[in-house]
């Protein structure tokens, strides 16, 4: 649980964190999308971006989850889009993402910007052997982070 200090630094930070001159524009980008496609085709849309910007930030060698958490923060941490928790759970591998700047396309594009990062996770978890196992976005509590969860297909 976060105290009143940590939660209201975080407010902060999210809210600061992209530049000033993108969001206005994402927020007018993402208010288009949103007349023209439906949120499950942006969902699709923003996965596939995923999947490409994945595709540009290959992962190295990753033989274990502290390499891949150390890839995950480091690929993030470059461009200042947060950092990755894993945390190894008996049924699944759940990686929350803290501090991506999707709020600078503005509240209701929460729906659907979310899913560049399940396009980038599930391109870099296929590309590294886990194509047999479901990545999939999960709710939570946490309006800091998001949670994707690595298990086998349901």
Not at 102 to 107: D, K, M
């Amino acid at each position: 649980m976060q105290d009143e200090h940590t939660a209201t630094l975080l407010d902060y930070y999210t809210r600061h964190q992209a530049s000033t001159q993108w969001r206005a524009f994402l927020t007018a980008l993402a208010e288009e999308f949103e007349t023209q496609l439906e949120t499950a085709q942006l969902r699709e849309l923003m996965s596939r971006i995923g999947v490409r910007f994945a595709d540009a930030h290959p992962p190295g060698p990753c033989a274990t989850l502290d390499d891949l958490a150390s890839f995950f923060n480091a690929t993030w941490s470059s461009l200042d889009w947060g950092f990755v928790h894993l945390v190894e759970q008996e049924e699944y591998l759940a990686i929350a993402h803290f501090c991506a700047p999707l709020a600078a396309f503005g509240e209701p594009a929460a729906r659907w910007t979310p899913a560049f990062l399940e396009g980038a996770y599930r391109q870099w978890l296929h590309e590294l052997g886990a194509s047999a196992l479901a990545l999939h976005q999960v709710d939570t509590d946490e309006r800091h982070a998001l949670e994707f969860r690595l298990a086998k297909a349901a």
